[in-house]
């Protein structure tokens, strides 16, 4: 059995799903562990304790699960603003 993976938008009062602040996403092992990632500028997932503290009650801003598909949208509209921002 593969790899799962849940995926969650970071939202503040003032942003949207489908313009988050961040993206994080629980990668669930088949063997029953899970490591949590969040999205980095560099692009590339790096671990994070937001989730785990979001289930506690520890994190400042909201989470809203979405799909793989949405992520996916909302990394293309990361990397086009933090790529973009970088070429400038």
Known sequence: MPDTFTYYAILDDQTTPAQPIGLVRRREF???????EGLHRDLNWHRTPAIVEWEHGNFPDELMMVSEE?????????RERWVGNAQA
Do not use: H, K, T
């Open 30 to 36: 088949a063997d029953g562990g899970f490591a949590d």
């Open 70 to 78: 949405e992520a996916e949208r909302i990394i293309e509209r990361f």
